[in-house]
Structures are given as structure tokens and as C-alpha cells.
């Protein structure tokens, strides 16, 4: 199994806690912005282009683990920028593991291997190493030679020492479902727990547009690349957001599943997407109009999403609402060994 069972438990019964007091619109994973400066320049990337007196700022410890307490959502994911530059990450991490978050901590891994004596292994904390491929896939992606290499040894000692390590890639028009195949073979044999999966969003303000996904295209491509899939790889993701991906299964976003907190405050309506900011999670939850979002409303901006922080809550949802999505859950459980 991709995530300890306690994981597992822990958000099995959050969900169906909320579901049981009827509530429709609940956060499930919040993504924690504490920096938005980053030691890569990724051409498909849409959070660095800010200028330096914004990529200079940083949130407090303190103003993280507020947000953790006034969101209460079970998981927390920490992107950024690139989360290891931020000086005081440990304490962060520390004190979000202390309130018993399961952190996933996404890092490109360029300063993973120096910084890894600052943590301490335990179930409530992954590195989720930002992996796009193949060495020659990957390097093109992040703008620069050399990564793959040392992510792959940031891996290996991570592992070696005990800390939960997931992969998360993002894929691209022009991806080569063979390679990619290849990919996860590789990744398997590093020892990672599971890796997670997405199509590219297309920022307005990422250098590179002529690349991301359409959703025809996803699709075809995540149809081709998970077809007759091997039992050894294992994925950390919802089953049956697998499914949604190759269009075996229709959701509608879910964006308050995955609200995002940063320098700015609570930010609307997504992590993608910057419709402004508030001081509260509780207006992020009011005042959205949540209505004007998602693929059914019509919004140009989420005409071709289909990313996970848009669309797993919504996979997630299904399973505990009703006895079909179980059902497929279990069914596409069986399928991929999560």
C-alpha cells in the first residue's frame, strides 16, 4: 500500500465525518505557499514570474501552522518556489508534524541531500521530489542539466535513511508514452512509495505555451501511458482519479478540496488560478462563488484543466459518496496497487 494505513484511516474517516454532517464543499489537502522564489526557472511554470521584491517574501512558522489550524484539513502539501530555501522549513515541518498533519513537502531536490539532517523520519512526513521524466525529459522540463542526477541521489539517500519519498510529475504535450513507462520502472527501483501524477496548467504567465495539454489530448496520452500497466508501480493518488484522467470517469472541480494559503492570504478560488485574496479561510469558503469555476461553468481558465489539486478531491468525494464510487474505487484500486 502507497500510504501507511494510519494515512489511510485518518483520511477515510475525515471524509466520511464531513459527509456525515453534510457537508458538501470541505478541504482535504491544503497547499501551504510559504515562498514563491525557486532555485530552477521552469519553462512551464506560472508561480516564479513575480518580481524580487515578492519572491523575496516569506510566511512565518507561526502564520503556517495558523493556517493549518483554521483550515483542518487532514494533509497539508507544501509547494512553493522551492520549499528547502525558506530558512526555517524544519521548524515549519515540525510543527505542522506536532499537530499530526501528513506533510508532503515538494521539492525539485537540488538541496535535499545537504538539508536532510534538519528532519526526522516519521509517517507524517514525505518528500515528494518533483521528477518530470527520464534524465533527458526531465532536464528539458526544469531548464537545467544536471538535475535528474541529483534528484536521483537525493532520492536514494532519503530512502536509504528512512523518509517516506513519493515522486510527483507533471506532463506535457509531446510526452513520449513509452518513456514515460520507462520512467516508472525507474522510479520504482529507487524505492519512492508512490508517485503522483498531472497534466500541465496552463499559467497565462509560464514562458513556455505551447506545450500544455488540452483535454482530448490528456486523455488519449494518460490512456496510453497507463494502459496494461505493470503491478509494481504504485501510485500515489486516488484510484479512480487515474480513471478521470483517461476519461473513464467524468468529475466536476472540486477547487475547495485543495485551498491555498500564501504571502498574499487565502487565495481564490485555487492554487491555480489568482482571482484575489482573503484574510480568512472562512470568506475563501463564503464569499467564492464557487459557481463561476470548474470545467461545466464555462470559465476560459478552466476549460482544459484536469490537474489533481483541481480533480482528486472530487475522486476522493466519490468514494465515500456513494456505493458505485466505492466500487470503482476498489475496482481501480485492484488495478493500480494503490
Not at 255 to 269: E, L, M, R, S, V
Request: aromatic share 12%.
Amino acid at each position: 500500500m502507497p500510504v501507511p494505513i494510519s494515512q489511510a484511516w485518518t483520511v477515510a474517516s475525515y471524509v466520511l465525518g464531513q459527509k456525515l454532517r453534510g457537508n458538501k464543499r470541505y478541504p482535504l489537502v491544503l497547499m501551504l505557499e510559504p515562498l514563491f522564489r525557486c532555485n530552477l526557472a521552469c519553462a512551464g511554470c506560472g508561480k516564479i514570474q513575480y518580481p524580487d521584491h515578492v519572491l523575496s517574501k516569506r510566511l512565518t512558522p507561526e502564520q503556517c501552522w495558523a493556517a493549518a489550524d483554521e483550515c483542518g484539513a487532514p494533509m497539508v502539501s507544501i509547494p512553493g518556489g522551492e520549499p528547502l530555501i525558506h530558512p526555517e522549513m524544519d521548524k515549519i515541518v515540525e510543527g505542522l508534524v506536532a499537530r499530526k498533519k501528513y506533510v508532503y513537502l515538494c521539492t525539485n531536490a537540488l538541496l535535499l541531500k545537504r538539508k536532510l539532517d534538519l528532519f526526522k523520519p516519521t509517517k507524517f512526513l514525505t518528500f515528494s521530489v518533483h521528477m518530470d521524466g527520464l534524465e533527458p525529459e526531465h532536464d528539458a522540463a526544469v531548464c537545467r542539466e544536471g538535475t535528474y542526477k541529483i534528484a536521483v541521489e537525493a532520492i536514494r539517500e532519503a530512502v536509504q535513511r528512512g523518509f517516506r519519498v513519493t515522486t510527483n510529475t507533471t506532463l506535457f504535450e509531446g510526452a513520449d508514452p513509452a518513456r514515460v513507462r520507462l520512467f516508472f520502472d525507474e522510479m520504482m527501483k529507487l524505492g519512492v512509495e508512490g508517485m503522483m501524477l498531472s497534466p500541465g496548467y496552463s499559467y497565462q504567465k509560464a514562458p513556455d505555451q505551447e506545450h500544455f495539454l488540452g483535454r482530448e489530448r490528456t486523455k488519449k496520452l494518460f490512456s496510453q501511458i497507463l494502459a496494461n500497466r505493470k503491478r509494481s508501480w504504485k501510485f500515489n493518488l486516488s484510484p479512480n482519479f487515474l480513471e478521470f484522467l483517461q476519461g473513464n470517469v467524468d468529475y466536476e472541480c472540486t477547487p475547495w478540496g485543495n485551498p491555498t494559503y500564501n504571502i498574499f492570504g487565502w487565495q481564490k478560488p485555487c492554487y491555480l488560478l489568482q482571482d484575489g485574496y482573503v484574510p480568512t479561510f472562512r470568506q475563501l469558503m463564503e464569499e467564492t462563488v464557487w459557481e463561476n469555476y470548474g470545467h461545466r461553468s464555462g470559465n476560459e481558465k478552466c476549460r482544459d484543466c484536469m490537474v489533481h489539486c483541481g480533480y482528486e478531491a472530487s475522486s476522493v468525494d466519490d468514494t465515500f459518496g456513494s456505493v458505485p464510487g466505492f466500487a470503482r474505487t476498489v475496482k481501480a484500486a485492484m488495478a493500480y496497487g494503490t
